[in-house]
Structure formats: structure tokens, C-alpha cells
């Protein structure tokens, strides 16, 4: 037997808590001075037996307990002998609808193997393919998987997505092969619809295996909102499709200046201004003098002073100059809170594009960016994306690491059922 995460066996140490636990209960019986023993009754050698036999019997279910959820902890695998003689093969749930791909599969061996590449590899079914989950798999924790398959060579069919890749590059005893299915047409998918004063804008994606960019378009016809208002009913050719449909407010800009920070003041009203006209959106920008309580509810406080607000709630943009700083604004020590580096001048508001760096500030793209990481469409190169093979050495390496925590498991269930049942019964 091996294990995935042997460090966790240190816990077997915790065998020595029962064992202290009962231990500690021997006490040395007490003693009581009577004057007669004529009328005690002489106790029954073999129920005190029972009694020990089943003390005994309990700590040492007890111990196994313990140490079996120890080896749970630590991932127990079983070496069994691997097949040289077959062929498995991992199709990536996303892969279930190509024609290409399912001729090649029904070419196979009967014998081979068709699994899909995803958890627990379960088996390819023809009939189920509509119903297959097509969230992109995290391919290199798959790998350290695939060591309990029997085969020693196994092939990989997969789009090998740049997002699928999560992980530190594993290493492997099995030959896997991976067949990536490179697609070069550029495809649109919409993914979100934004209702502004102009009209309603509708942002795609658009790529294809090496890129995938942004765009946007004014919708003018073949569109309806639903009737509870909140998605929007594109009709394209291959039929309607249902987008997400936010309403974009005005937002609201705290801005809190002293004196000598004028010009700052006004660079600041200037790009906060051009960012309305390239947004389409109304820009409320509200004059501080003190803090209040609209500080937690405004898209961004903007702190034009020397001193420092001490604020935990809202947003926050504040004044704290540093010559070594690389950019205009920069990240601070907490969340939302943001650094102005320097005075504001003609000069590095333009080549530093103040205006562009408020924008990532206000993060107002931030349901659209994460609907755009999760339609990210590229592809790896193989040579970047295939794990680190290592040539096994001994016939233990070459053997295939079985996973047994379930059985172990089931053990475990019966052992703590036995347990309760057992102190239940004897009252212990």
C-alpha cells in the first residue's frame, strides 16, 4: 500500500489518546474498612472478565478508528499490475457533439477503453452525450489521476484550454498522448447585454484556439427583453439566445480636497468627464468637505488630502506620494483602497492615462470580465501543456496505483457501527 499524501500519517500519533484515555481510567480501586464480611457477597470472577475483555475490545476499536481516518487523510492506493497490451482513451466532455472525434471512436477495439476526462473517469456513452457536463476539467490534476488506470498507455483527446490549466506541472509514469483538436474559426458568443441611455449595447466574445477579444455593438432590431426584465432574447440563426441584461445607473464620485490640491481637483473632474462621454453613463461627482455616511454607498471616495481618511467602508482612491511607484495608482494594503502616487500635472496624466487607470479602479466591467475568463476559448501548444514523464525504474513504478479509499471507508463505517453498538450494549 502507498499513499498520495503520506505526510498525514504523522497523525497516527493520535493512537495515543485512547490508549491514555483508558489508562488513565485503571484507577487503583478504592478501599473501605468494614467491620464484618459476613454478609458480601463473593463477586463473579467471570463477569469482571467480560468486563475487561470488552474494555479491551473497545479501545481497540477506538485505535482503528483513529488510525483509519488517518489513512483517509492520507490517500491509500494499492499497486496492482498494469495492462501493456490495451489502450485507454480520454475524450474531454466538451468534445461529445464532434462528428470527427465519434468516427474515430466507433473505429476503435471493442476492448479499448472510452473514458471521459473528467472526475472519477467515467465511462463514454453514446447516449448520454447531450446530458455531459462540458465545464472545462482541470487537466493537470486529471494527470496525477491517471495513474490508477490499468493501462500503461493512454490517449488523450482535448481542446487543452489555457484555462484548464491550474495547477503546478505534474509528473507521470503512464505514456499519455494528447491529441489536441485545434479549432481556427472564429466564433461569437454573446454574453452580456448593458441598457444605456444610447440603447442597449450587447458585449461578445469573439476568438478562436490563439486569441479571444472583446466587442461590443448597439442593438437596434431582432431583440426582446423578458417579462421579468433582467435577460434579453437575441434572435440569430441558429435560433434565440438568452443573455443577462444589467441596467446601468449613474455612479456616484466623493471627491474630498483642501486646499493647495485645486489642480489635482481638476484633472480629476476632467478624466472622470471623459469617462462618462466613453461610457455613456452619468458621472455624479459630489464635493466633501467632511466625512458622512454616503462615503459606504458611493462606486469611489476620491481623497485629495494630506492626511489619511482612517475609512474601512467604501471605496477609496487616496493621496500618498511615492517616488519609486511605477504607476499613477497603485493597489493599497487592503481591499478596495487604492493609492494616488503623485500631484496630478498636464504631463503624467497623459502618458500615465489617468483616465484609463480610474476606469480599473471603478471596476464597473467586473461581471463582464468574469463571463469573459469563463468563455476564454485558447488553446495551449502541446509542447507547453503535456505534464513531465518520468521513466519508471523499478517494478513497483511500473505497477498502477489503485485508489482504495473507498473501500477504506466503508471499513471505517462498520468499525464506528460496531463501536457505538458494542459501548450501547454493555453500557461502556
Not at 474559426?185 to 479571444?212: C, F, H, R, V, W
Not at 455593438?217 to 417579462?227: A, I, M, V
Not at 434572435?235 to 449613474?250: A, F, M, R, T
Not at 478596495?336 to 502616487?341: A, G, K, R, S
Request: proline residues 4%.
Amino acid at each position: 500500500m502507498v499513499f498520495a499524501n503520506p505526510t498525514y500519517l504523522w497523525a497516527l500519533l493520535g493512537l495515543l489518546v485512547p490508549l491514555a484515555i483508558h489508562l488513565w481510567s485503571k484507577k487503583e480501586a478504592k478501599t473501605i474498612k468494614i467491620g464484618s464480611i459476613q454478609l458480601l457477597d463473593e463477586s463473579n470472577s467471570r463477569q469482571s472478565s467480560n468486563i475487561q475483555l470488552n474494555e479491551w475490545l473497545l479501545l481497540l476499536l477506538r485505535m482503528a478508528i483513529v488510525a483509519l481516518v488517518v489513512l483517509l487523510m492520507a490517500g491509500p492506493q494499492w499497486r496492482i499490475k498494469g495492462n501493456k497490451n490495451v489502450v485507454t482513451y480520454l475524450v474531454e466532455p466538451s468534445l461529445s457533439q464532434e462528428k470527427e472525434l465519434s468516427a474515430i471512436l466507433d473505429s476503435l477495439a471493442e476492448d479499448s477503453p472510452v473514458m471521459l476526462l473528467d472526475e472519477g473517469f467515467p465511462i463514454w456513452e453514446a447516449d448520454l452525450e447531450s446530458e455531459v457536463d462540458h465545464a472545462t476539467p482541470n487537466y493537470w490534476q486529471l494527470v496525477q489521476k491517471m495513474d490508477s488506470l490499468t493501462s500503461d498507455s493512454i490517449v488523450v483527446f482535448t481542446k487543452a484550454y489555457v484555462q484548464g490549466v491550474r495547477s503546478k506541472r505534474p509528473n507521470t509514469q503512464k505514456k499519455v498522448h494528447w491529441v489536441v483538436m485545434e479549432s481556427d474559426e472564429i466564433t461569437d458568443e454573446p454574453l452580456m447585454a448593458i441598457e444605456k441611455a444610447s440603447g442597449i449595447q450587447l458585449y461578445s466574445k469573439s476568438g478562436n484556439g490563439t486569441q479571444t477579444f472583446l466587442k461590443s455593438e448597439l442593438l437596434t432590431e431582432n431583440y426582446s427583453k423578458t417579462t421579468e426584465g433582467d435577460s434579453l432574447q437575441i434572435n440569430v440563426e441558429s435560433g434565440p439566445i438568452k443573455v443577462p441584461l444589467l441596467i446601468q445607473d449613474s455612479i456616484t464620485v466623493n471627491l474630498f480636497v483642501e486646499n493647495g490640491f485645486e489642480v489635482d481637483q481638476k484633472y480629476t473632474e476632467a478624466a472622470l468627464r471623459a469617462l462618462a462621454n466613453y461610457l455613456e453613463i452619468q458621472i455624479d461627482i459630489q464635493i466633501k468637505e467632511e466625512l458622512d455616511g454616503s462615503v459606504a454607498k458611493a462606486n469611489l471616495n476620491i481623497w485629495l488630502k494630506e492626511d489619511n481618511p482612517n475609512q474601512s467602508e467604501g471605496r477609496w482612491l487616496v493621496f500618498d506620494e511615492n517616488p519609486l511607484a511605477k504607476n499613477l495608482i497603485e493597489s493599497g494594503k487592503q481591499q478596495d483602497w487604492f493609492v494616488l502616487t503623485s500631484r496630478l500635472t498636464s504631463k503624467n496624466t497623459v502618458e500615465q492615462r489617468y483616465a484609463e487607470q480610474l476606469l480599473q479602479v471603478l471596476d464597473l466591467n467586473n461581471e463582464l470580465e468574469t463571463l469573459l475568463a469563463k468563455a476564454d476559448d485558447r488553446q495551449m501548444d502541446v509542447a507547453k501543456f503535456k505534464p513531465n514523464y518520468q521513466v519508471p525504474k523499478t517494478r513497483k513504478e511500473l505497477a498502477t496505483l489503485k485508489d482504495i479509499t473507498l473501500w477504506v471507508f466503508l471499513i471505517l463505517a462498520i468499525l464506528m457501527m460496531a463501536e457505538r453498538i458494542i459501548s450501547y450494549v454493555k453500557k461502556q
